[in-house]
């Protein structure tokens, strides 16, 4: 069918207690991995699954805005599950309009490394551009750091090699605080929201983008404060490294701290309805990729190591899809 709008997807999602995987591909393989994923699951749940495809501005120069959205519409026209396409993470005005431009039926304006009333006033803008077109909008508050920011590429390395729980410590100690300070504040969205006119919210509550597994937990007392505030769909990103569900934080030996939490707590109580998945799925790309190489390094068909890859991604996707279907304990 053709492409749908996110809001059709999000606000039930809101009412019903679960969440819409926002997946963001870079290229044909991965919009075909979400969307088999998506008509698996559905076929294993005896419900609908939807799916939010993101393209970020970096994968629009890399595949070309045409190409990128021309690929989702048509990989979307040719199933039953309801596809929306997302801008993931636009920072300019022209990034927007390119986006419009290409058809796509969702946009994410982060203005959230801009001082606040800034945020507001550009967010506003992109909210009227895009409301004309029927199109809604995501933005961006408090702000969600990199795992970078804290740690260079040797440090990371190193830690990708502890254990889970010891890695935790390790990130606690060293970049607790500050993502503790820079998460969006309860008094700050109702405010936000009514003047941006957004119709979903990227509010920072804990997470970091570009953690390698998910170990990391979350601060559901921070989302429970602001849903108290004002319910509106709320987007988790840097979810690769959200620790998933309360079992597998016991199973990884990671103590949950006081007023902590995990993504199926998020979704379940917290008011998030669009998960945001980049990092989980490009390492599964990489990891399918080179393990099918390694075990035939003279076959000349890179097409036998793109289809691994593309396994690989579609089986991490069916993972995430059954954690937001609230099927997962
Ligand atoms: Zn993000």
Redesign the pocket.
């Known amino acids: 069918m053709p492409l749908v709008n996110e809001k059709d997807l999000l606000l039930p999602a809101l009412e019903e207690g679960r969440a819409v995987g926002a997946f963001n591909a870079n290229n044909m393989e991965m919009v075909q991995a979400f969307i088999w994923a998506a008509e698996e699951v559905s076929k294993e749940l005896g419900e609908p699954v939807d799916l939010i495809i993101q393209v970020s501005p970096g994968a629009a120069k890399y595949a070309g805005w045409s190409m990128a959205a021309g690929m989702v519409k048509i990989a979307a026209s040719e199933t039953d599950i309801r596809v929306a396409l997302n801008l ?2 636009a920072t300019e005005i022209d990034q927007v309009k390119k986006a419009l431009e290409a058809g796509f039926t969702a946009v994410l304006f982060d203005g959230s490394s801009l001082p606040f009333e800034e945020n507001i006033r550009l967010t506003r803008q992109v909210v009227e551009m895009c409301h004309s077109r029927g199109v809604p909008v995501e933005a961006e508050l408090g702000k ?1 750091p990199r795992i970078e920011d804290y740690f260079s590429q040797s440090e990371i390395a190193y830690l990708r090699s502890l254990p889970a729980a010891e890695a935790v410590r390790i990130i606690r100690e060293r970049a607790g605080k500050s993502v503790e300070e820079l998460m969006a504040k309860p008094e700050d969205v109702e405010y936000f929201v009514k003047k941006t006119g957004c119709d979903f919210l990227a509010a920072a509550f804990g997470s970091i ?1 570009g953690i390698w597994d998910d170990i990391w937990p979350i601060r559901l007392d921070r989302l429970i404060a602001i849903q108290e505030r004002m319910r509106i769909p709320l987007v988790s ?2 979810s690769s490294g959200i620790l998933m569900t309360p079992k597998d934080a016991e199973r990884k030996g990671i103590k949950l701290l006081k007023g902590e939490g995990t993504l199926l707590d998020a979704i379940k109580t917290g008011g998030v309805t669009k998960v ?1 998945v980049a990092t989980a799925l490009s390492i599964a790309f990489i990891d399918g990729f080179i393990e099918a190489w390694r075990a035939n390094p003279s076959e000349k068909d890179f097409r036998k190591f793109g289809s691994a890859a593309r396994d690989r991604v579609k089986e991490k996707v069916k993972e995430y899809m059954r954690l937001f279907a609230g099927k997962v304990e």
């Open positions: 993931d993470h969600i983008h990103h840097g945001n």
